[in-house]
């Protein structure tokens, strides 16, 4: 027989149903209250977030370093994925091994640090710093300028003030309203103080002092965390957040018009908006703005190029990934500058990267270690060059051309200053210099400069055969031999000649007009008559060019529609063999001696001893006999100390000058373009990493 169904009474129905509905009310009333206490102790999880940080930061600021994305950042905390993988490599390995990167501290300092932040975290669940602090962070400083902010050695830019804007998630606000409850047991010693600015009503922030540090200053605005260790510029940036934001950043033109675009995935690698007032940095080093007059040419011909005094505000982007560097950048130039100051790149004819470099990689063989393609003035690069001649050489030159001339009065070349203005009216501006390592060796003493092609377009073939013929007449004027001059035809596309230069560095120069017609051609000149041979060569297709390099065209894909007026591209490998042999050179010259003050320390030794003390005469001299002996002991001391020299002071000096460029190891290869208008600038630069082969 079946059960019958007990039925509730109706009482206890009402009873239940009564006690949930007491159980709800309560609810709805302790919600409320919950959240009115969560709000007063922790933080609204219902407020609006801040609007995009770069409309928060002021744009007074002189350094802004804005990324998105920062969880995608890190991989084993604290250290970026990137660099992790960076160090692991080989070629890390064998450069942190040297007494130069030793000598260095910083990067111990650095790698100490993380050993810390790692041993204290260690076995413990971290939340990744990216899901803990958000995805957007910023840095901005102020560099110090005025009379109290005297110059530095090169860009100091540790002297600046600092500040850091992190957009909190909201186990990131937990965290800090944790602290502010905990900071003396979290951090023993801390004083944790609220602080109100009697300027500003209404704006305030909170003070840390730690135990022998200086103090932060922090506060929280919604998602926003302004830390840092300059009171100013936190209250700047909180007034900005606050009431300001018609003066911010990213609302000025400055931003919205020159900040290059973003990648669609920030995530896919380390992307950051940066700024730099480059007026500030620039200012903070000794010689900043100042026209140079130093001896060597190389240092002085960069400024009379490329100004970067001109400059004013630098917007742009850098990004690396596990393949290289990138980066983006533009800024304004000052106007009543360039219109009075026009030389160099400034003002010059602009052209595509990829269009450039692919027509003069064309010409080059593929051992080549570094191309640079400009439209510059050439009067103004060769009196730079002329300037920074030896007065004594200047002089032996201006000595020389005038004996040259007199084979073709018509030049008129009375010195450099004349044949600097007839090769600026033959040559036009686009110049390209090509580099690679010498390939013989050069006189004991001498510079090993590396073998130099110029490629210059002819606007004038017959002035220039002129001087060319001038020159082979005139030889003698130059010191080259009769039987020292040669020529070649070179398959239809003209004809090679080369002089040779014996008792310096260069054995020969070399010159070429390919395809000459009336009225124009393409001069290769050279420093080495090989190297002007196998342009010849990769010209007419006979030989490999750089062009058909795959490697070099991905390069030169990553910037190909950029705009400039100069782009160089460098080899890391190649250009680290053009480096080497200047190690030995300066070596000899760091680690000389006076032999003449060696042999007179010597001669004063050896006659405080008893051998040769007992041999002194009264009137304290050596029989003539006894000083030629002596003369013969102090050649073979001498002979000993410099043998020595060469054998332990020079080599040791020469590793320890080659260890600072190890770095140039973690490099493939690199292409920066640069163009300068009259009003404005622009910077591209992409870098290879050793592993993005």
């Known amino acids: 027989m079946a059960r019958r169904r007990r039925r509730r009474s109706r009482s206890g129905r009402r009873r239940g149903g009564s006690l949930l509905k007491k159980l709800g009310i309560g609810l709805l009333l302790l919600l409320p209250v919950a959240y009115f206490v969560f709000t007063r102790v922790f933080f609204d999880p219902f407020e609006e977030a801040q609007p995009p940080f770069q409309r928060l930061v002021p744009h007074d600021v002189d350094i802004y370093i804005r990324r998105e994305r920062l969880d995608s950042d890190f991989g084993s905390f604290p250290a970026f994925a990137v660099l992790e993988r960076l160090t692991a490599s080989r070629e890390f390995g064998e450069m942190a091994g040297t007494d130069w990167w030793k000598g260095l501290g910083w990067p111990d300092e650095i790698q100490a640090t993380v050993d810390r932040i790692r041993a204290a975290v260690s076995g413990q669940d971290l939340v990744n710093p990216g ?49 502010l409850e905990a900071h003396d047991r979290i951090a023993p010693g801390a004083q944790l103080a609220a602080v109100a600015d009697p300027d500003r009503p209404g704006l305030t922030y909170k003070r840390l002092d730690l135990p022998g540090q200086e103090p932060i200053f922090l506060a929280r605005r919604r998602d926003l965390l302004v830390l840092g ?93 596990a393949s290289g560097f990138l980066l983006r950048g533009r800024t304004s130039l000052e106007s009543h ?61 201006d000595r020389a051309l005038r004996g040259m001339a007199q084979y073709n009065p018509q030049l008129k070349l009375n010195g450099l200053e004349d044949m600097i203005y007839y090769l600026d009216r033959v040559l036009g501006k686009d110049i390209t210099v ?51 001059m040669f020529k070649q035809p070179e398959g239809g596309v003209g004809l090679r000649r080369w002089l040779e230069v014996p008792g310096t560095a260069i054995e020969a120069i070399s010159w070429v007009v390919l395809d000459a017609t009336s009225n124009s051609g393409t001069l290769v000149f050279g420093t080495d008559d090989d190297f002007v041979r196998e342009i010849v060569a990769a010209y007419t297709g006979s030989r490999p060019s750089l062009a058909s390099d795959p490697d070099v065209r991905d390069l030169i894909a990553g910037i190909s529609e950029e705009r400039a007026n100069l782009v160089a591209w460098v080899s890391a490998d190649a250009v680290s063999d053009v480096i080497a042999p200047y190690g030995p ?48 002991l102090l050649d073979d001391l001498v002979r000993a100390s410099e043998k020595e020299r060469k054998a332990a002071a020079l080599p040791a000096w020469t590793a320890a000058w080659q260890e600072r460029f190890s770095w140039m190891a973690l490099m493939k290869d690199g292409v920066l373009a640069i163009r300068m208008g009259e009003r404005d600038a622009s910077v591209a630069l992409r870098v290879r990493s050793v592993l993005g082969r």
């Open 337 to 397: 500058r360039t219109a009075v100051e026009r030389h160099g790149l400034v003002g010059t004819l602009p052209f595509k990267v990829g269009e450039r470099l692919t027509a003069k990689f064309g010409l080059m063989p593929r051992d080549v270690s570094a191309v640079v393609s400009l439209n510059a003035d050439l009067s103004d690069l060769l009196k730079t060059i002329r300037d920074g001649l030896d007065p004594e050489l200047a002089t032996l030159v």
């Open 434 to 484: 090509a580099v690679r390592p010498l390939d013989h060796d050069v006189p004991e003493g001498s510079q090993p400069m590396p073998a130099l092609a110029i490629i210059a377009n002819v606007r004038d073939p017959d002035a220039w055969e002129a001087l060319a013929s001038a020159i082979i007449r005139g030889h003698r004027a130059f010191g080259v031999p009769e039987d020292g």
């Open 585 to 632: 050179w300066l070596a000899a010259a760091e680690t000389a001696v006076d032999l003449a003050a060696v042999r007179a320390a010597q001669r004063a030794a050896q006659l405080r001893l008893p051998a040769w003390r007992g041999k002194l005469g009264s009137d304290g001299e050596l029989s003539a006999e006894d000083e030629a002996e002596l003369d013969d």
């Open 131 to 179: 899901e803990l602090l958000g995805r957007e962070v910023v840095l901005v400083g102020r560099l110090p300028v005025g009379p109290d902010a005297p110059p530095t050695e090169g860009a100091d830019l540790a002297a600046g003030a600092y500040a850091a804007l992190v957009r909190l998630t909201p186990t990131g606000k937990l965290g800090y309203a944790t602290f």
């Open 229 to 321: 260790m300059d009171e100013q510029l936190v209250q700047d940036v909180l007034t900005s957040t606050e009431s300001g934001r018609e003066r911010s950043l990213g609302l000025s033109r400055l931003y919205t018009e020159n900040m290059p675009e973003g990648p669609a995935d920030p995530a896919s690698g380390f992307d950051a908006e940066v700024m730099i007032n480059l007026q500030r940095l620039l200012a903070r080093a000794p010689a900043a703005g100042a026209a140079t007059a130093s001896e060597d040419a190389a240092a002085d011909i960069l400024p009379v190029i490329i100004d970067p005094t001109l400059g004013e505000q630098l917007v742009g982007r850098v990004a690396f990934d």
